[in-house]
């Protein structure tokens, strides 16, 4: 019997609705995604070489075990962190006691030591919600005038605006984080970026609401618990104008420089400096009083100058590979003591220019989502430590980004997109399992030039993604 071409499409739609119609399936199913995979980790844990939790869940682990006895995080080796961090993980200390018997015991001990992981995926959950919420709230994307066309254009074209989604839709991209096996596994995995996910999108909600006191509350401690969220303060502050904070506007002023540099000098952007500006530094002046120099050293001036390789898909990777082999010889010259600049100090020259600078004035004022998706996607590509975890600090703006981008309306442009960024990291990964694990030198040409390949495909889509935040 032949099978009516509608078929196909009404399946389509039926899964559609029993996903996405009622928040419950689509939840659930990202509850059951984190929960499979930690279950997993620990069967893996105990029984492979391989460990799945991340050496640095064990980082925190450990810097929370030196809080809970009284002592510095920081205590602990390689610990970069706010302490906060390694408060929030103090139940991971907790054990069970003989009383137990041997089993409950270890049943307890390892969920204890799972605290962490089931922290961050909940994070993850949340961030998920956040981003249905701003999907479906929409006012604020654009500019009041580029609203208007693109309703204009939907009318007359039936195309994707930036005005609100209804609620299925919106599940439905907010299923890209939600129900990406990426984020799912990063997060188990034990690492934190998902609370920077929660952190990022709550101040992306706040300021489309207008909440601009909460914002700065935000700003500011999103930037102390992770240095990168500071390159939105520019963008948020340029997007504040008034039609865009439904102020009434004024009659036009003076084309003078200093006219405009007061005109543009506004309470809520006052409000917003000056509360993210006192909430960090609070913050920071509470954990300088708390630990010390070590605070200060290892949570924000050691990224300055920092030389990781490992696990490095940045193309300085080679470089700085080069620089750690000469600081720990002796007879090595090093680039400051030649009267020459350290790579890893220049490195945040093109970085700081794209991300806090040129994308924010191109792009905050027409469509401030996906502004902040360029200005992280910059942030990440350029910069001279790029790891799988900061991945995430993008790819929770890409539901934001997807409605309107071009990669959704050109499918052979999206999946070659797609196809491309898989393709370069499984290239660099290759050369990276046969240094590490085989025990072969594939830094030259192997590894240099799949980092090099990985970044020329990220600066394609940054290119793509700035093109189509500026019509």
Same mark, same amino acid.
């Given at each position: 019997m032949a099978t009516s071409p509608a078929a196909p499409k009404a399946a389509k739609s039926s899964l559609f609705n029993t996903l996405f119609s009622r928040p419950l399936p689509l939840y659930l199913s990202a509850f059951l995604l984190r929960a499979i995979l930690l279950v997993y980790g620990l069967w893996q844990d105990a029984n492979s070489p391989v460990k799945y939790t991340d050496i640095d869940y064990l980082v925190f682990t450990d810097a929370a075990r030196f809080v809970s006895r009284g002592k510095s995080p920081y205590a602990r080796e390689t610990y970069r962190y706010t302490p906060i961090l390694a408060w929030l993980l103090l139940p991971t200390t907790w054990t069970a006691g003989a009383q137990w018997g041997p089993l409950a015991a270890k049943v307890i001990n390892a969920a204890c030591f799972s605290f962490g992981k089931v922290l961050f995926a909940a994070a993850d959950l949340v961030a998920g919600w956040l981003i249905e919420r701003v999907l479906v709230m929409g006012t604020g994307f654009s500019s009041p005038q580029r609203r208007e066309k693109k309703e204009t254009e939907k009318k007359e074209t039936g195309s994707e605006t930036g005005a609100g989604m209804a609620p299925s839709r919106a599940r439905a991209f907010a299923a890209i984080w939600l129900l990406n096996p990426m984020v799912a596994t990063i997060s188990t995995r034990g690492s934190s970026e998902g609370l920077l996910g929660v952190l990022v999108m709550a101040l992306l909600w706040a300021v489309l609401s207008r909440r601009i006191t909460l914002a700065g509350l935000l700003l500011g401690f999103s930037v102390h618990f992770k240095i990168y969220p500071f390159i939105y303060a520019p963008a948020i502050v340029w997007w504040m104008d008034a039609e865009r904070l439904d102020r009434v506007r004024g009659?036009?002023?003076?084309?003078?420089? $200093?006219?405009?540099?007061?005109? $543009?000098?506004?309470?809520?952007?006052?409000?917003? #400096?000056?509360?993210?500006?006192?909430?960090? @530094?609070?913050?920071? $002046? @509470?954990?300088?009083?708390?630990?010390?120099?070590?605070?200060?050293?290892?949570?924000?001036?050691?990224?300055?100058?920092?030389?990781?390789?490992?696990?490095? =898909?940045?193309?300085?990777?080679?470089? &700085?590979? &080069?620089? +750690?082999?000469?600081?720990?010889? !002796?007879?090595?010259? +090093?680039?400051?003591? %030649?009267?020459? !600049?350290?790579?890893?100090?220049?490195?945040?020259?093109? *970085?700081?220019?794209?991300?806090?600078?040129?994308?924010?004035?191109?792009? #905050?004022?027409?469509?401030?989502?996906? %502004?902040? @998706?360029?200005?992280?996607?910059?942030?990440?590509?350029?910069?001279?430590?790029?790891?799988?975890?900061?991945?995430?600090?993008?790819?929770?703006?890409?539901?934001?980004?997807?409605?309107?981008?071009?990669?959704?309306?050109?499918?052979?442009?999206? &999946?070659? #997109?797609?196809?491309?960024?898989?393709?370069?990291?499984?290239?660099?990964? *290759?050369?990276? $399992?046969?240094?590490?694990?085989?025990?072969?030198?594939? =830094?030259?040409?192997?590894?240099?030039?799949?980092?090099?390949?990985?970044?020329?495909?990220?600066?394609?889509?940054?290119?793509?993604?700035?093109g189509d935040g500026g019509r």
């Open positions: 009659p036009p002023s003076s084309t003078s420089l $200093f006219k405009k540099m007061k005109d $543009f000098i506004t309470l809520p952007r006052l409000n917003l #400096a000056l509360t993210s500006l006192a909430t960090f @530094l609070s913050l920071n $002046f @509470l954990m300088y009083a708390l630990y010390g120099h070590p605070f200060l050293h290892e949570t924000y001036l050691h990224h300055v100058t920092r030389i990781d390789h490992r696990h490095n =898909f940045s193309p300085y990777n080679t470089q &700085l590979y &080069l620089s +750690s082999s000469a600081s720990a010889s !002796p007879l090595a010259s +090093s680039p400051a003591s %030649s009267g020459q !600049p350290k790579i890893e100090s220049l490195a945040f020259l093109p *970085q700081l220019l794209l991300s806090t600078i040129l994308i924010p004035l191109a792009l #905050a004022k027409k469509d401030l989502p996906t %502004s902040l @998706l360029a200005q992280t996607f910059a942030f990440v590509t350029f910069n001279k430590v790029c790891t799988s975890q900061y991945f995430l600090w993008y790819m929770v703006f890409l539901p934001l980004y997807l409605p309107r981008s071009s990669f959704l309306r050109s499918k052979r442009m999206g &999946l070659a #997109a797609l196809g491309l960024w898989v393709l370069g990291q499984g290239l660099w990964l *290759q050369q990276g $399992f046969e240094l590490e694990f085989l025990g072969r030198s594939t =830094f030259l040409p192997g590894l240099w030039m799949a980092s090099l390949v990985f970044f020329v495909v990220n600066c394609w889509i940054l290119g793509v993604i700035v």
